[in-house]
């Protein structure tokens, strides 16, 4: 039988679609599930990929398949260039271990514990900017945003508080997603051996960062923190399976995996929904209300956060229309024939959330902000945290964070965003605010 081969935008014969890739890679997919369907077929050069754009052809990729695919795809060839092998890029049975020792870091029970190290967080954080409401200064609320998610999780996963470094961490991480994201668009890189200019800037803020990670595992060492946290469980740890322990170099990669994964997506959903909420005030009034009539003036508890359901449906819609893993790649180990289409071993497959959240089939005017979807939870085309086995580790995590973090924010302080910001969508590893989010403050209280 003829294996039918998927619609194709137009593209270059030797390049295929690399141009348009690299200079408008949202509007390139947005446009081509607009004009072919729902499975659709790239070229980069000589590699081929699929985004697939139907939540059925996900669950056949992660879920019903997910034998016929696995995580050696490109964009984890990138990210292990910052993380090595770890509980994001690992595969198989490397892959289980590594999830079977993490997992109960973020049962319900140990993210209760969290609740109040985020609010501790957010205080400081908005005491800090009461000083500079007075001064008038203008901040960038996303890179606020990025500081303070990296400080929560300096206390909540290794129990430290990682002021002094944020800044540098920020730099540092910011070099590093920015070089693994310009290799991913490329088809031709120099080996990250070679000292061109690019890899040796990428080496030293990954030194940087090691630096800090090694800081961090010594102190540990020397004095053993009473509240078990990441490190003490991934140092302390023996799979149950295998009895194994896990190396320096291991704890190394799980360390900087967590570090980047959990602070850099929550910061990036939280400036989004920030963005989103100066621009729909009547939003914001309804996050606000909704704090002061849980908690009065305390700062949130764990048990506050069913209560705070409309700065969860915000954050939920600003996810959906912003997510900030708006790719997922995988590497086909077996072919597999999707919507009717071939889809070729040795392959890649995209999952975009960003068109899949804007499915005109799946959702009622798409482009709009309206937190109100989100009362309703059975909501099919929504893969924010991805999905089935590789599901996002850190999401009850995240969804708690923004329940306090923003409402935290609202309560205290209004914003006048600085004129003329484009509020475009950056892609990079993760789906940034192109040009951040400038305002000035005005405290409320
Ligand atoms: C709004 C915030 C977040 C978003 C949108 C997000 C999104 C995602 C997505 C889509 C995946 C699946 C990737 C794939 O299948 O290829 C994922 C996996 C992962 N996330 Fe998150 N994430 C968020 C927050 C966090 C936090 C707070 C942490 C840690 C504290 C975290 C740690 C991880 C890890 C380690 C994985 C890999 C899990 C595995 O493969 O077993 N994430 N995340």
Not at 162 to 179: P, R, T, Y
Not at 375 to 395: K, Q, T, V
Request: hydrophobic fraction near 40%; aromatic fraction near 8%.
């Amino acid at each position: 039988m003829k294996r039918r081969i998927a619609p194709s935008p137009p593209g270059s014969p030797i390049t295929g679609h690399l141009n348009r890739l690299r200079n408008d890679v949202l509007g390139l997919l947005t446009d081509a599930t607009r004009e072919h369907g729902d499975v659709i077929r790239f070229r980069v050069g000589p590699l081929v990929m699929h985004l697939v754009n139907h939540p059925d052809h996900v669950a056949q990729v992660m879920i019903r398949n997910r034998k016929n695919y696995d995580k050696a795809s490109r964009s984890s060839d990138c990210l292990a260039l910052i993380c090595g092998e770890s509980l994001l890029t690992a595969n198989g049975d490397v892959w289980r271990q590594r999830r079977r020792i993490i997992q109960p870091m973020f049962h319900r029970a140990a993210v209760e514990g969290f609740v109040t190290s985020i609010a501790t967080c957010t205080q400081e954080m908005l005491d800090a900017w009461s000083v500079k409401a007075k001064a008038s200064e203008a901040v960038d609320l996303a890179s606020e945003m990025m500081r303070l998610t990296f400080r929560v999780v300096g206390r909540c996963l290794f129990g430290v508080d990682l002021e002094k470094e944020a800044g540098a961490v920020e730099e540092a991480m910011h070099v590093m997603v920015m070089h693994t994201y310009r290799r991913w668009r490329s088809i031709l890189n120099a080996p990250p051996s070679w000292p061109t200019p690019g890899n040796l800037r990428f080496r030293c803020a990954v030194a940087e960062v090691d630096e800090i990670i090694a800081g961090l595992i010594a102190r540990q060492r020397v004095q053993p923190p009473a509240t078990p946290n990441l490190l003490t469980m991934l140092t302390g740890s023996r799979d149950a399976e295998s009895g194994l322990g896990l190396s320096d170099a291991e704890v190394r990669n799980e360390a900087i995996t967590f570090l980047l994964a959990g602070h850099e997506t929550t910061a990036n959903g939280l400036a989004w929904a920030l963005f989103l909420l100066d621009r729909h005030p009547e939003h914001a009034e309804r996050v606000r209300t909704e704090l002061d009539q849980a908690c009065g003036g305390r700062l949130p508890e764990f048990a506050d956060l069913p209560q705070l359901s409309h700065a969860l449906h915000v954050f939920e819609e600003s996810v959906r229309l912003y997510p900030p893993i708006w790719a997922m790649e995988r590497h086909v180990i077996a072919e597999d024939e999707i919507g009717g289409y071939h889809i070729p071993k040795g392959s890649g497959v995209i999952i975009s959330p960003y068109t899949l959240h804007r499915h005109p089939a799946f959702w009622e005017e798409p482009e709009l902000f309206r937190p109100e979807r989100f009362e309703r939870r059975d909501h099919e085309a929504y893969y924010p945290f991805g999905a089935g086995p590789r599901f996002c580790i850190g999401s009850e995590f995240a969804l708690a964070e923004a329940r306090v973090i923003l409402p935290m924010i609202l309560r205290r302080f209004c914003f006048v965003a600085e004129p003329g910001q484009s509020g475009e969508p950056e892609p990079g590893i993760t789906l940034r605010l192109k040009d951040g989010f400038r305002v000035r403050l005005e405290e409320r209280l």
